[in-house]
């Protein structure tokens, strides 16, 4: 939560509330549309990977292609 919530009190709450309502929305798609309990935890798991890459493509501008000191 904390790597959510970027080191902030108020955004690991929040981000603490956003792993809450997709657990417990997980849980009521479960019941509702039968999915699988893993179906649930994939779209955890993706929505983590996906912010871990976007802030390692900001942090570190990562630059795709061949560098300019090659060319």
Known sequence: MAFLGR???IGVLLAG???ALTYIG?????MMLSLPA???QAFQGMLLFFLLAFDLMTHFRLRWGVPEALR
Do not use: W
């Not at 997980?26 to 479960?30: P, V």
């Open 7 to 9: 080191l902030n009190p």
């Open 17 to 19: 509330l956003l792993m």
């Open 26 to 30: 997980g849980e009521l798609a479960q």
């Open 38 to 40: 893993a179906a649930i």
